[in-house]
């Protein structure tokens, strides 16, 4: 049997030598176009997701954090993709209401084990924690650089997915913050 060789993908094209990049479809725009910041924030985002995990969480929470880099994986091509003919062929970079519902249950589930929240709290605590907060504020900004697009331009499902993303990040890190013992400053 013969190997399968698979080509290699070099990482330099110098397509963007010029401060353009391509879209998928193959759109040429700025690397400064909104769209363009847009899925840049959300890849972001997903490499903070990144930088939690490798910090060190618990298991529960790292278990979480998987598949919602998967989705924004999913979010960043819809995002790229302003015509929507490639996105929309691709299984995996769908966002469905189902998506929405998985980070709620996780909501529930990890709200149901911290202290009521009577006032607004400092970000910090453990380092996990503390990178979940950031994860928090970074995924505020996609979501508020995906709505300066236009809700013609975006997918509602996106827009959804974002905003309860940001609520899980906070409650994660409050979950992280209890599991590693670290108080909850008030403000």
């Known amino acids: 049997m013969k ?3 698979i080509d290699q993908v070099k990482i330099y094209t110098r397509t963007g030598d ?5 879209l998928l479809g193959g759109a040429r725009v700025s690397k400064a176009d909104p769209r363009v910041a847009a899925y840049g924030d959300v890849d972001e985002l997903n490499a903070w ?3 939690v995990l490798a910090g060190g969480v618990d298991a529960a929470i790292a278990s979480a954090l998987e598949p919602i880099q998967r989705d924004l994986f999913a979010i960043g091509a819809r995002l790229a993709d302003p015509s929507r003919k490639v996105a929309n062929r691709v ?7 189902g998506d929405v519902q998985r980070l709620e249950q996780a909501i529930d589930h990890l709200e149901s084990d911290l202290p009521p929240l009577r006032r ?3 970000p910090g605590g453990s380092a996990s924690g503390a990178s979940l907060h950031v994860a928090r504020t970074v995924c505020r900004r996609a979501e508020r ?3 300066s697009l236009g ?3 975006v997918e509602p499902e996106i827009l959804e997915y974002l905003n309860r993303l940001s609520d899980l990040l906070f409650v994660m890190a409050r979950a992280a ?7 909850e400053v008030e403000w």
């Open 49 to 51: 997701l990144g930088f």
């Open 145 to 147: 650089t995906i709505v």
């Open 151 to 153: 809700s013609d331009q």
């Open 18 to 22: 010029t401060g353009e990049t391509a």
């Open 120 to 122: 607004f709290i400092l």
């Open 91 to 97: 299984e995996k970079t769908a966002v469905h209401s």
């Open 3 to 5: 190997p399968l060789i």
């Open 177 to 183: 913050n209890h599991r590693d013992h670290a108080p």
